[in-house]
């Protein structure tokens, strides 16, 4: 399902990851764990396609190196963001339903 291949990324000229390799297969679940400023959330962005890269991003055996944010998101690529970065005063629904802006009002209530 997705496969992440000699990533690195920097901010500038600071090296944030070097050559992370991943696999993870359909129905597995992934968590990710280090200490701040391990490079878990810039792997994240990387793979959303927010955040620059070199290496290789295969997502159900397609690279989506190409690809930008706004196509992942389509293909299921998604990052839930903390509690601080959710719309406080929206309800739980209306902060699912404001993710799903991408599709229609049937594709979500039916998947909600």
């Known amino acids: 399902m997705l496969e ?3 990533l690195t990324s920097h901010y500038g000229r600071i090296q944030a990851l070097a050559g ?5 297969a359909d129905g597995e679940l992934v968590a990710l764990v280090g200490a701040n400023g391990a490079g878990k959330t810039t792997l994240l962005r990387a793979i959303s396609g927010v955040q620059p890269y070199s290496g290789k991003i295969i997502y159900n055996g397609k690279d989506i ?7 992942r998101v389509g293909l299921g690529i998604v990052q839930v ?5 959710v719309f406080g005063p929206l309800s ?3 902060n699912l339903r404001l993710g799903a802006y991408t599709r229609t009002r049937a594709e979500s209530d039916a998947e909600l």
């Open 4 to 6: 992440v291949a000699a």
């Open 20 to 24: 992370i390799d991943l696999k993870v």
């Open 65 to 71: 190196g190409a690809v930008s944010s706004e196509r």
């Open 81 to 85: 963001p903390e509690g601080r970065q």
């Open 92 to 94: 739980v629904e209306d």
